[in-house]
């Protein structure tokens, strides 16, 4: 993957991110909570390697549809099977979700 201006946008944008994030804790860090999110970051940047390899024939808005089904019947499952699934949310958690999955699927298509 070569370094052009949207690559470097996009760590540039990763970094702010990092900085909203990590700039208001609430609590204590916790190790098992690092490692986690270590490995997320870890499996999203092989995904996005070799996605970008594997998925060259197929259009890109099939590829956002495949993931984001995919995405939710694992956690549907996983919340079902663990009983922790809840939709009682209120209204302003409800646009919190709309708008990280909406400025997440723009970020997706701008960058990539």
Known sequence: MKLTKKVIGAILVSFIGLIFVLGKTSGDIVPIGILLAFGAALSYSIYTLFGDHILKDIPLLITI?????????????????????????????????????VVSMLGFLAFF
């Not at 495949?66 to 646009?95: I, K, R, Y």
């Open 65 to 101: 549809a495949m993931v984001c089904l995919f995405a939710v019947l694992f956690f549907l499952t996983v919340g079902l099977v663990s009983d922790n699934v809840q939709f009682n949310f209120t209204l302003n958690s409800w646009l919190s979700v709309i708008g990280i999955a």
